[in-house]
């Protein structure tokens, strides 16, 4: 008798063992269970640590309550400016009503992934192709937002998106780095042009300076003597500045050069020889009145 119950005890501890290790249930912290009875929803959610269901009744789902993260494959769309872009992303994502991504949706994943990517070729046909390069952070809450508005019903909260490249034709690359290279000769011209006015604005006021001092204008040319003999050359060649010039003329002491006749302009006719003397009256009476003939004129460039 003592051995049947022994063996019957033995038997009923078994029993509630296997028991127990079937309804058993451990949660870890960053997970959320799921209870299902016989079908039915349970209302209440099972937190982390140890749980027990009723074996072959309950079914225990565990739903992973951290964040996501998505990549969007790369969708290729058309630009509002009919620019061809592929354009890829990540959507980052955490589940905070577990009952609602289990009951309302048959994959959250899978549908949060869809509608990242139907709301990514939208924000590329409704963006330019200058928004997509420089303009990210307004398109990244454009599409979150548009991606957060039915992941709420799913007990999905979308945490943030971020557009991760944007590849363009060859033909664009091409295109937009002449653009660039253009641009940037404007400006280096426009730079250059500005030293220019500032270098001759200060060049003339130099001038004004030695106009007033003419020895300044001597001093200077000793100047560009001095830094060209530190080349070391072997040939010197040094302009004579006409200022100087003036200012050995206007010097006290200074002779003057004797003045040279100008050489008769070869395009002005010669001039007629003079006439001849007029004879006294007491040779008139004695002179033979003969025809005058006229001098040849001789004209220049015949």
């Known amino acids: 008798m003592v051995e049947e119950l022994a063996v019957a005890g033995a038997a009923v501890a078994a ?26 929803l349970m209302s209440d959610v099972r937190g982390p640590g140890f749980t027990l269901i009723v074996p ?28 061809t872009v592929r354009v890829d992303a990540v959507v980052y994502f955490k589940v905070v009503a577990a009952d609602e991504a289990i009951i309302r949706v048959e994959d959250y994943r899978f549908a949060v992934s869809q509608m990242a990517q139907t709301s990514l070729r939208s924000i590329i046909g409704k963006s330019e192709l200058d928004d997509l390069l420089s303009s990210r952070e307004q398109l990244n809450q454009g599409l979150e937002l548009m991606i957060d508005s039915p992941a709420v019903e799913w007990g999905v909260s979308i945490d943030r998106v971020e557009i991760k490249d944007v590849s363009l034709p060859e033909t664009m690359k091409r295109s937009m780095a002449r653009q660039a290279e253009a641009d940037r000769e404007r400006r280096a011209r426009v730079i250059n ?32 003597v001095v830094a060209v003999a ?24 200074a002779a003057a050069p004797p003045a040279t006749p100008a050489p008769p302009s070869p395009s002005a006719p010669l001039a007629p020889p003079p006439p001849p003397p007029s004879p006294s009256p007491s040779e008139q009476g004695h002179a033979i009145s003969t025809p005058a003939t006229p001098a040849p004129h001789t004209l220049v460039g015949e």
């Open 15 to 40: 029993a509630g063992a296997a028991y127990l290790m079937a309804a058993a249930r451990v949660v870890k912290q960053y997970e959320r269970g799921v209870v299902f009875r016989l079908g039915k």
């Open 56 to 83: 072959f009744v309950d079914q225990l789902r565990k739903v992973n309550m951290q964040i996501v993260t998505l990549p969007v494959p790369a969708q290729e769309g058309i630009t509002r400016d009919n620019v």
């Open 193 to 224: 042009a500005d030293a220019e006015l500032q270098a001759s604005k200060k060049l003339a006021e130099a001038a004004k300076e030695m106009s007033e001092q003419p020895a300044a204008l001597q001093l200077r040319l000793l100047q560009t």
């Open 230 to 253: 530190a080349e070391k050359n072997s040939t010197l060649v040094l302009p004579f500045p006409v200022e100087l010039l003036r200012f050995l003329e206007r010097a006290p002491g």
